[in-house]
């Protein structure tokens, strides 16, 4: 679903040299695969998730993605402040021209999939940051896209939250999306720094070496499926792959 070659991004310097921030970066995500990628900070991790959704073009190297505009997730609050939640999630639909029947349903649906049904008219300012994190997830969920980039979503939340809204991301990522296609699964490209997370969350962890990032470990992680992320802590494989991420991430 998403295959770079040798790629790379460079920017201007301040006087007038050329920073490298990302690359040569060679990666694979298969279609309906959730992957976690970890790396120390300013290793190119959201100028990646840029690149793959569009918002920025490669200097150099090449960039496929097999699917439909793909949508980001950004860290923190990007919900509209002057829309209710439920305008919030049908903002995508109305930029797709969905009919207003269309909408609805979609609306509805989603916020009922997060618990957010009766916070429908509800503003920004009248929710916690979980509940806004979930607006967020509804949002990029609500149009049925194939890819989701996701760029520490649950970064700036307590960890209860973040722990909460971990389960309730794989619940919909687990959950039949089309009637003609039952068992497929959204593609998910996720950053964080949480190495916990990532192995709560992902099919495959890779991990990025300091800028200009490149991917320089790949860990498949073992645990079956559903999960829950506070019983895969007490699975002693748990402590032994998060070490090997630790090691990994050595400079």
């Excluded at 007038?16 to 990666?27: C, F, K, M, N």
């Excluded at 950004?74 to 919900?79: A, I, W």
């Excluded at 509209?80 to 109305?94: A, G, I, Q, R, S």
Aim: charged share 20%.
């Amino acid at each position: 679903m998403i295959t770079a070659r040798q790629l790379v991004k460079t920017y201007p310097g301040p006087d007038g040299s050329t920073i490298r921030a990302l690359g040569p970066l060679d990666l694979q995500v298969a279609a309906g695969e959730f992957v976690c990628i970890v790396g120390p900070s300013g290793c190119g991790k959201s100028t990646l998730l840029r690149l793959i959704a569009g918002l920025d073009q490669p200097t150099s190297g090449s960039l496929e993605v097999g699917a439909s505009q793909p949508v980001l997730v950004f860290q923190g609050d990007s919900t509209f402040p002057w829309l209710t939640v439920h305008d919030n999630v049908e903002y995508p639909l109305k930029l797709r021209g969905w009919s207003e029947p269309e909408r609805e349903s979609a609306v509805s649906r989603q916020l009922a999939l997060v618990g957010l049904s009766d916070f429908a008219e509800a503003y920004p300012y009248q929710l916690s940051g979980g509940m806004k994190q979930r607006v967020a997830l509804a949002r990029a969920w609500v149009s049925d896209p194939q890819v989701l980039l996701m760029d520490e979503p649950f970064g700036a939340l307590d960890e209860q939250t973040r722990v909460v809204l971990q389960n309730e991301l794989l619940k919909l990522w687990e959950r039949p999306q089309r009637a003609e296609s039952p068992t497929q699964r959204k593609t998910i490209l996720f950053v964080t720094h949480a190495i916990d997370e990532a192995l709560a969350l992902a099919d495959r962890v890779l991990v990025m070496s300091s800028a200009p990032g490149r991917i320089v470990h790949e860990l498949r992680v073992p645990f079956a499926r559903p999960r829950d992320p506070i019983q895969l802590k007490r699975d002693p494989r748990f402590g032994e792959l998060a070490y090997a991420l630790w090691q990994a991430l050595k400079p």
